[in-house]
């Protein structure tokens, strides 16, 4: 306990005010920025600044719009585009009518509808396993604490430094032939889930935020006759909702992007997801269509990004708070 | 029902555990003279265990061991049929003399440098003039992370559409309007590569921004007032303030951006497969075509071989940076 826990003492807390700031976190950045950044008030009073600054704003503008949102209004584009126009004129707007049929065919004739439950039932499973691992393990580590607490939490940090490409050939391996179990894992979806679940960076996150919550509310329980699961389940769950909402998104997002992966232990094209089966079909499918596909796979995310914008981007600034 | 009350009646000893203050700790060592396993059961033991067992199992066997199994692999010669066989340094000597390697350690250089070069500050000038702006500062936001929810490979197959290398191509098109020729794009070994890191510095740029944001919110303003008052102007203030500010999340971006891209792989393998003639074989495609493309069945050894090189390598490189930034910020 030496050791780890005056280092992780500061980023805790710091780790904490993030968290509580979560919320409201929008209204802190523009009234640090109504407070003043680089500019004073007085720099912006100045005619070059306010120049420069109207400037920067139409750069910024169009910079975003185009480099941002630019490609993906035109894969929306060309999803109902026939392929000769995309080919031949690829910023015109449907110059020979728009052709909503392609959305259908890519649907139903590539199955992207297969392929997607099978992208929900990925991620769906990565997320269950990676909260479950990330919330037992960081509130034995973090709140009941056995003697032998700072060696597993060593050994998990450590796993932390090894480049993933370590894992690559023994992890396929392993599920080609797990112990104890005699069949292999191999085109089940477990081959996906429990390695993810393998994540320190999650319990790293879950535990330093378990170190912040106030003990004396566990003590209180405890008094009042709660016993170590009642506590995980009735006090520090709900504690926690600002974290397991970030690891929730990261684990979400992970899932929803991986590729080599699932490409190496999901061989057989009936149960692999998108990121998986587009590569693949690409060559057999004619270009209006498979534009059509990308667009289909693309509007999940994009949805979940877009009502879920806050946590998204706390949670993007978070890991690099952590990282820090 | 029994649990909890063993509970109750420990409650005092968990809590000398749960704070490590001196108290406590002076207190801890009376308590715990006499450790045996029915004290053990007592102080919940069992429960500790319940908890941590998922994690143990998961780790132990999809991470611990795979870690120590890559050491292991990498001196013997395993195929999926026979046991494997130890075979002492045969497999880094057959990697080392294999003459790809060079090729693709010269090729996951270049890449890293051009994404260095592209990708590095391209973020850190975003976000400073994000964070000047004072209204569109959450709309800006969410357009600079846009590219970052597209998935991966998704990104990279609509690329690949927008390098069409015909002259009706969508970047070529872009390219007409301003009177450029249209350029090969990934056909041609020379354009290959930077064509691979414009998408990937595309697609990575987002979150980095969205990281120096947040870095620069808890830039205190004091040190722009105090920097004012010795009468620093705007270069000055973002010169002597900003940068300095941003210094330790700068050089961790710099390391994690460095290991990042050492093990590129989406881009090279979806865009050009390694080609045009293997101007864009990477490291890691050429540990996958080790283990999962020979036409000979997996050469395994070799995989986890240069696996561990490279690991080794950016572990001592990491090691090294850490020390030289750490002599700098001490400064």
């Given at each position: 306990?030496?050791?780890?826990?005056?280092?992780?003492?500061?980023?805790?807390?710091?780790?904490?005010?993030?968290?509580?700031?979560?919320?409201?976190?929008?209204?802190?950045?523009?009234?640090?920025?109504?407070?003043?950044?680089?500019?004073?008030?007085?720099?912006?009073?100045?005619?070059?600044?306010?120049?420069?600054?109207?400037?920067?704003?139409?750069?910024?503008?169009?910079?975003?719009?185009?480099?941002?949102?630019g490609p993906l209004l035109w894969l929306a584009k060309a999803?109902?585009?026939?392929?000769?126009?995309?080919?031949?004129?690829p910023f015109?707007?449907?110059?020979?009518?728009?052709?909503?049929?392609?959305?259908?065919?890519?649907?139903?004739?590539?199955?992207?509808?297969?392929?997607?439950?099978?992208?929900?039932?990925?991620?769906?499973?990565?997320?269950?396993?990676?909260?479950?691992?990330?919330?037992?393990?960081?509130?034995?580590?973090?709140?009941?604490?056995?003697?032998?607490?700072?060696?597993?939490?060593?050994?998990?940090?450590?796993?932390?430094?090894?480049?993933?490409?370590?894992?690559?050939?023994?992890?396929?391996?392993?599920?080609?032939?797990?112990?104890?179990?005699?069949?292999?894992?191999?085109?089940?979806?477990?081959?996906?889930?429990?390695?993810?679940?393998?994540?320190?960076?999650?319990?790293?996150?879950?535990?330093?935020?378990?170190?912040?919550?106030?003990?004396?509310?566990?003590?209180?329980?405890?008094?009042?006759?709660?016993?170590?699961?009642?506590?995980?389940?009735?006090?520090?769950?709900?504690?926690?909702?600002?974290?397991?909402?970030?690891?929730?998104?990261?684990?979400?997002?992970?899932?929803?992007?991986?590729?080599?992966?699932?490409?190496?232990?999901?061989?057989?094209?009936?149960?692999?997801?998108?990121?998986?089966?587009?590569?693949?079909?690409?060559?057999?499918?004619?270009?209006?269509?498979?534009?059509?596909?990308?667009?289909?796979?693309?509007?999940?995310?994009?949805?979940?990004?877009?009502?879920?914008?806050?946590?998204?981007?706390?949670?993007?600034?978070?890991?690099?708070?952590?990282?820090? | 029902?029994?649990?909890?009350?063993?509970?109750?009646?420990?409650?005092?000893?968990?809590?000398?555990?749960?704070?490590?203050?001196?108290?406590?700790?002076?207190?801890?060592?009376?308590?715990?003279?006499?450790?045996?396993?029915?004290?053990?059961?007592?102080?919940?033991?069992?429960?500790?265990?319940?908890?941590?067992?998922?994690?143990?199992?998961?780790?132990?066997?999809?991470?611990?061991?795979?870690?120590?199994?890559?050491?292991?692999?990498?001196?013997?010669?395993?195929?999926?049929?026979?046991?494997?066989?130890?075979?002492?340094?045969?497999?880094?000597?057959?990697?080392?003399?294999?003459?790809?390697?060079?090729?693709?350690?010269?090729?996951?250089?270049?890449?890293?440098?051009?994404?260095?070069?592209?990708?590095?500050?391209?973020?850190?000038?975003?976000?400073?003039?994000?964070?000047?702006?004072?209204?569109?500062?959450?709309?800006?936001?969410?357009?600079?992370?846009?590219?970052?929810?597209?998935?991966?490979?998704?990104?990279?197959?609509l690329?690949?559409?927008f390098?069409?290398?015909?002259?009706?191509?969508v970047?070529?098109?872009?390219?007409?309007?301003?009177?450029?020729?249209?350029?090969?794009?990934?056909?041609?070994?020379?354009?290959?590569?930077?064509?691979?890191?414009?998408?990937?510095?595309?697609?990575?740029?987002?979150?980095?921004?969205?990281?120096?944001?947040?870095?620069?919110?808890?830039?205190?303003?004091?040190?722009?007032?105090?920097?004012?008052?010795?009468?620093?102007?705007?270069?000055?203030?973002?010169?002597?303030?900003?940068?300095?500010?941003?210094?330790?999340?700068?050089?961790?971006?710099?390391?994690?951006?460095?290991?990042?891209?050492?093990?590129?792989?989406?881009?090279?393998?979806?865009?050009?497969?390694?080609?045009?003639?293997?101007?864009?074989?990477?490291?890691?495609?050429?540990?996958?075509?080790?283990?999962?493309?020979?036409?000979?069945?997996?050469?395994?050894?070799?995989?986890?071989?240069?696996?561990?090189?490279?690991?080794?390598?950016?572990?001592?490189?990491?090691?090294?940076?850490?020390?030289?930034?750490?002599?700098?910020?001490?400064?």
């Amino acid at each position: 306990m030496t050791a780890p826990a005056p280092s992780s003492a500061q980023p805790s807390t710091a780790l904490r005010q993030k968290l509580a700031g979560l919320g409201t976190r929008r209204r802190d950045a523009s009234d640090a920025g109504g407070d003043r950044g680089i500019l004073s008030g007085h720099d912006r009073r100045k005619r070059g600044v306010r120049v420069s600054m109207a400037g920067v704003h139409v750069v910024l503008f169009v910079g975003l719009v185009v480099a941002g949102l630019g490609p993906l209004l035109w894969l929306a584009k060309a999803a109902v585009t026939p392929t000769q126009d995309t080919l031949s004129h690829p910023f015109e707007l449907w110059p020979n009518g728009i052709d909503w049929a392609n959305l259908e065919t890519a649907w139903n004739d590539i199955h992207i509808d297969q392929y997607f439950l099978n992208t929900i039932w990925v991620a769906a499973g990565s997320w269950f396993f990676q909260l479950l691992i990330a919330t037992t393990a960081g509130y034995a580590l973090s709140v009941l604490r056995p003697k032998y607490a700072p060696i597993l939490n060593g050994l998990v940090l450590a796993t932390l430094f090894v480049p993933a490409v370590v894992l690559l050939v023994p992890l396929y391996l392993t599920v080609l032939h797990p112990p104890l179990i005699d069949t292999s894992l191999l085109n089940t979806y477990w081959a996906v889930w429990l390695p993810a679940a393998a994540n320190a960076f999650n319990i790293l996150l879950v535990k330093r935020f378990f170190d912040g919550l106030p003990r004396e509310v566990f003590e209180a329980a405890r008094t009042d006759g709660a016993g170590p699961f009642r506590v995980f389940w009735s006090i520090v769950l709900p504690m926690s909702k600002p974290i397991l909402g970030v690891v929730s998104v990261f684990a979400v997002i992970a899932a929803w992007k991986d590729f080599l992966w699932p490409l190496l232990v999901l061989p057989d094209p009936a149960v692999q997801p998108l990121s998986v089966r587009l590569p693949a079909v690409q060559s057999q499918t004619e270009l209006d269509v498979f534009l059509a596909a990308l667009a289909i796979s693309t509007l999940i995310p994009i949805v979940l990004f877009l009502v879920f914008q806050r946590l998204f981007l706390s949670g993007a600034g978070l890991g690099g708070a952590v990282k820090g | 029902m029994s649990t909890t009350a063993i509970d109750q009646t420990d409650a005092p000893a968990e809590a000398g555990a749960g704070h490590p203050s001196p108290e406590a700790a002076a207190r801890t060592p009376s308590r715990r003279r006499r450790r045996t396993p029915l004290t053990w059961l007592r102080g919940g033991g069992l429960w500790n265990l319940a908890f941590l067992a998922p994690m143990l199992i998961v780790f132990g066997v999809f991470s611990w061991w795979p870690i120590a199994r890559s050491v292991i692999m990498s001196f013997q010669k395993t195929n999926l049929i026979s046991d494997p066989v130890w075979v002492g340094l045969d497999n880094f000597a057959r990697v080392l003399a294999d003459p790809n390697l060079g090729t693709a350690v010269a090729n996951t250089l270049y890449f890293a440098g051009l994404a260095l070069l592209f990708g590095f500050p391209l973020p850190i000038i975003m976000a400073v003039l994000m964070s000047e702006v004072r209204r569109g500062k959450g709309l800006y936001s969410a357009l600079a992370y846009l590219p970052v929810v597209v998935p991966p490979v998704v990104a990279v197959l609509l690329w690949k559409v927008f390098y069409n290398a015909s002259p009706d191509g969508v970047f070529n098109t872009i390219l007409g309007w301003a009177g450029i020729p249209p350029q090969p794009w990934l056909q041609s070994p020379a354009t290959a590569m930077p064509s691979l890191v414009i998408e990937a510095t595309w697609a990575a740029a987002g979150g980095s921004i969205i990281i120096y944001l947040a870095a620069l919110i808890a830039v205190p303003p004091e040190l722009y007032d105090a920097a004012e008052v010795d009468g620093a102007g705007i270069w000055r203030k973002i010169w002597h303030v900003t940068l300095p500010q941003l210094r330790g999340i700068l050089f961790i971006m710099l390391i994690l951006q460095v290991i990042g891209t050492a093990q590129v792989f989406l881009e090279p393998y979806l865009f050009t497969g390694g080609g045009p003639n293997n101007a864009t074989l990477t490291v890691l495609l050429l540990i996958y075509r080790y283990a999962f493309q020979n036409s000979l069945g997996g050469a395994y050894g070799e995989a986890t071989a240069l696996s561990l090189m490279l690991a080794v390598f950016l572990g001592l490189l990491s090691w090294l940076y850490f020390k030289l930034t750490d002599r700098w910020s001490t400064n």
